[in-house]
T-cell receptor, first 113, second 114 residues
Framework: EPEVTQTPSHQVTQMGQEVILRCVPI?????FYWYRQILGQKVEFLVS????????KSEIFDDQFSVERPDGSNFTLKIRSTKLEDSAMYFC???????????FGPGTRLTVL | AQTVTQSQPEMSVQEAETVTLSCTYD???????LFWYKQPPSRQMILVIR??????QNATENRFSVNFQKAAKSFSLKISDSQLGDAAMYFC???????????FGTGTRLKVLA
């Protein structure tokens, strides 16, 4: 069964460094999403992406964040200058159509020191 | 939906018994979708069941069913014949039509006792 995959599973970085989190959505899906979950807190929506454009974003998704689909398979989340509070589990998700259920990847744990 | 409340941080159920996880939400929209996701210790969220708000009939998926009370804005998940593999964190996640994002509840950790 097709799955969303994410790399790396764990990323450790120094505050102020740039990180890129990578996701490979399910191949025939058209909509892509990033969520994050700070330890012990709710899963929070960051951004949705369709047709090479951001279709919706939350207030968390400020200028430090960007998303890209650099080729036909990858979907990336870049954090330009990481802060301690960016430490969280980041989940990528994809859906075939806008109102279909979203399929989640296993997550990347980001630790900012 | 702006807020989602899962009032049970943790629940336990004996294997083969039935358990109900509660979820209430707050929305002014009439058109929305409701989802329950399961997050096992491996941490990948898996869809358990979905319900369209316009449907009066409660969704059922094998041992999983929902009790959807639209007027009360309640969307509980019933797990029948609980199995050890059902042990996980369960999240209620509404999504209103016209938006792409899920609004997640805080989750209920379900323990299944052998």
């Amino acid at each position: 069964e097709p799955e969303v995959t994410q790399t790396p599973s764990h990323q450790v970085t120094q505050m102020g460094q740039e990180v890129i989190l990578r996701c490979v959505p399910i191949s025939n899906h058209l909509y892509f999403y990033w969520y994050r979950q700070i330890l012990g807190q709710k899963v929070e929506f960051l951004v949705s992406f369709y047709n090479n454009e951001i279709s919706e974003k939350s207030e968390i998704f400020d200028d430090q964040f960007s998303v890209e689909r650099p080729d036909g398979s990858n979907f990336t989340l870049k954090i330009r200058s990481t802060k301690l509070e960016d430490s969280a589990m980041y989940f990528c998700a994809s859906s075939r159509l806008a109102y279909n259920e979203q399929f989640f990847g296993p997550g990347t744990r980001l630790t900012v020191l | 939906a702006q807020t989602v409340t899962q009032s049970q941080p943790e629940m336990s159920v004996q294997e083969a018994e039935t358990v109900t996880l509660s979820c209430t939400y707050d929305t002014s929209e009439s058109d929305y979708y409701l989802f329950w996701y399961k997050q096992p210790p491996s941490r990948q969220m898996i869809l358990v069941i979905r319900q369209e708000a316009y449907k009066q009939q409660n969704a059922t998926e094998n041992r999983f069913s929902v009790n959807f009370q639209k007027a009360a804005k309640s969307f509980s998940l019933k797990i029948s014949d609980s199995q050890l593999g059902d042990a996980a964190m369960y999240f209620c996640a509404p999504r209103t039509s016209g938006t792409y994002k899920y609004i997640f509840g805080t989750g209920t950790r379900l323990k299944v006792l052998a």
